[in-house]
């Protein structure tokens, strides 16, 4: 199995900065893509930005230029810098990853962590 732990999320003024952090534990065989979605109140879960396994980025119209999504193969780590915050990217923040595990059998499936709070307010 495989677990997907974020940390990172907080509260921060307009025009703030934060950093959000996932890594992805367990029977890893290899990580095809990882990525980052949000959900706030009431909306739809959509997608903020993610990277594939050539490090190729996808973002988000709604963040482009303002966020950089990142990793850290070695630590199965994945990162979203986040810059010039706007309220409304208050938003609950899920990592995702599409992973092949090699324990109890090679597999390949979607796996998502529990998600942290961003909080943009003044």
């Known amino acids: 199995q495989v677990q997907l732990v974020e940390s990172g999320g907080g509260l921060v003024q307009p025009g703030g900065s934060l950093r959000l952090s996932c890594a992805a534990s367990?029977?890893?065989?290899?990580?095809?893509?990882m990525g980052w979605y949000r959900q706030a109140p009431g909306k739809q879960r959509e997608l903020v930005a993610a990277?594939?396994?050539?490090?190729?980025?996808n973002y988000a119209d709604s963040v482009k230029g303002r966020f950089t999504i990142s990793r850290d193969i070695a630590k199965n780590t994945v990162y979203l810098q986040m810059n010039s915050l706007k309220p409304e990217d208050t938003a609950v923040y899920y990592c995702?990853?599409?992973?092949?595990?090699?324990?109890?059998?090679?597999?390949?499936?979607?796996?998502w962590g529990q998600g942290t709070q961003v909080t943009v307010s003044s």
């Open positions: 990277i594939s396994s050539d490090g190729n980025t």
């Open positions: 367990g029977s890893i065989f290899s990580i095809y893509a």
């Open positions: 995702n990853g599409t992973i092949t595990t090699y324990r109890p059998i090679r597999r390949t499936n979607n796996y």
